[in-house]
């Protein structure tokens, strides 16, 4: 079996494409040589002018110098990016300019490479993009439970991690920053996983032996998060009967990660631009101040810039935390990778429920795939983890929860249902030229589809293969230009 994979991922490698992006010929004939001994195709070009040139496919993966003339590193990534989606490595031998390897990745490469470069790390790099980009090892699949798994899936604390560029980018820039000292904001909607970013953060770092602690400011009130953040001396205020370490001190040498940063009230922000400007603490009822060496990470489901503009976040505390950010993508987002993900969460269920369910329904899948996820994978996992609990063998619609099952079928009638009818109501006009004839074979297979499908317009925009804003636009267009059905 494992040779068997072995040589059909031998095989997707030697169709495997890289363009070497080099004006050195000795880089170029180094790389080049050592990667196609590693069964790649590897195609040269020597010079920006004969970029513009190059018809660049995008079933590849590009690997470039960073050094061109008259061009930064990040207008590289971005012209390079004009031409082609294919994921972009970068190297260079400028060792020192950590800022330029941060602009590189926030730029939307997807590694940034060191020279001299080890070969395993070139070729873990380009392994890697080309992962990222489905080329490899996305086909070959296993059973296990008798469910489907994606072979050589990576998961993060039981997270499931999957092949979406929005995901992978956030994985390589937590590669990039975690040897750093920048303090780091990560944004996402609740249970997209900020809290496992911000530990894969810190198991990367210098700090991984030392504590990591996560304190949820949405449920501290100002009291309480001046005790939980700073500490209290014994007596220092009714009720504080014995000396309190916060979780500032507790974490000496290691990180504190802040999740929903943004309710913190206007004082403790003022408090902690102070830790983060003198690194010092005082508890509550000391004069003392304290020495600490702490990483900060924070979370929020909202951009801070814009609570900043708002009046509601201290500008001055942003842009000490905003020394890198990273963006997680919702759920709604990664819908193409529902099937592997609760193929992945009815496996750790049936590990951790001692049970055998084999998979879901047709039925089952298709409602998952018409549901928004306001919860992202924590509401999945919770939804799987729930259903492999009352299921027998197989996960049918009555193992779902009901809420979820009403929440997609009693979806109410909204103003793209309402257009729809209100043209439907007015009659028909002469149609004349051949492309409104079309328009209106459109409209009629909408319609059509929107009244079988109770204006379920997630699940009318995957049967007639389009997304839901090319569906509220082909709505628009119709109702502009008043076309009508008998």
């Known amino acids: 079996m494992y040779l068997f994979l072995e040589n059909l991922l031998f095989l997707n490698q030697i169709m495997s494409r890289i363009i070497l992006l080099s004006d050195d010929p000795y880089q170029r004939n180094l790389f080049t040589a050592y990667l196609k001994r590693k069964l790649y195709e590897v195609e040269t070009v020597v010079s920006i002018n004969a970029w513009n040139q190059f018809y660049a496919p995008e079933d590849c993966i590009i690997l470039s110098q960073c050094s061109w003339p008259k061009m930064t590193t990040p207008e590289l990534v971005h012209f390079i990016m004009k031409k082609t989606n294919a994921p972009i490595i970068i190297f260079t031998s400028d060792i020192n300019n950590l800022k330029q390897a941060v602009s590189t990745i926030q730029a939307g490469a997807v590694d940034y490479l060191l020279i001299p470069i080890i070969p395993e790390d ?160 005082k508890r509550i009822g000391s004069s003392s101040d304290i020495p600490i060496d702490v990483r900060i990470i924070v979370a929020s489901n909202e951009h801070l810039k814009a609570k ?78 729930r259903a492999c609990l009352v299921a027998s063998e197989t996960i049918m619609i009555t193992d779902l929860p009901s809420n979820l099952i009403n929440s997609i079928q009693n979806e109410p009638i909204t103003q793209e249902a309402a257009i729809v009818e209100s043209v439907l109501a007015t009659g028909i006009k002469p149609i004349y030229a051949l492309k409104d004839v079309l328009q209106l074979k459109e409209f009629e297979l909408i319609v059509k589809t929107m009244r079988e499908h109770k204006y379920n317009k997630s699940k009318v925009a995957r049967l007639l293969n389009i997304d839901r804003k090319t569906l509220y636009n082909k709505l628009a267009i119709f109702e502009s230009k008043n076309l009508k059905m008998e």
């Open 122 to 281: 070139l070729l873990s790099a380009v392994r890697g993009a080309f992962n990222q980009q489905g080329l490899i090892g996305t086909e070959l699949t296993i059973k296990a439970n008798r469910q489907s798994s994606p072979i050589g899936l990576l998961t993060l604390n039981n997270m499931y991690v999957g092949t979406n560029v929005s995901f992978q980018k956030a994985l390589q820039q937590v590669k990039l920053v975690a040897q750093t000292t920048f303090s780091v904001i990560i944004y996402g909607e609740s249970g997209t996983g900020k809290e496992i970013i911000a530990k894969l953060i810190h198991e990367q770092s210098n700090r991984r032996a030392k504590p990591f602690i996560a304190i949820d400011c949405g449920s501290l009130t100002e009291e309480l998060a001046n005790s939980e953040l700073f500490g209290h001396e014994k007596g220092a205020f009714t009720g504080a009967h014995q000396l309190k370490r916060g979780c500032l001190e507790q974490a000496q040498g290691g990180t504190v990660f802040l999740d929903e940063i943004a309710n913190l009230s206007y004082s403790i922000q003022v408090s902690l631009l102070r830790v983060l400007q003198e690194r010092t603490i």
């Open 308 to 385: 900043v503009e708002s009046g509601l976040f201290r500008n001055d505390l942003y842009y000490r935390l905003n020394e890198f950010y990273i963006e997680l993508p919702a759920l709604r987002d990664r819908k193409d990778e529902i099937p592997n993900m609760v193929s992945h969460f009815i496996n750790n269920s049936n590990k951790e429920l001692g049970k055998i369910i084999t998979g879901c329904s047709t039925g089952v899948l298709n409602t998952l795939l018409d549901y928004d996820f306001p919860g992202n994978l924590r509401e999945l996992k919770n939804i799987i983890r």
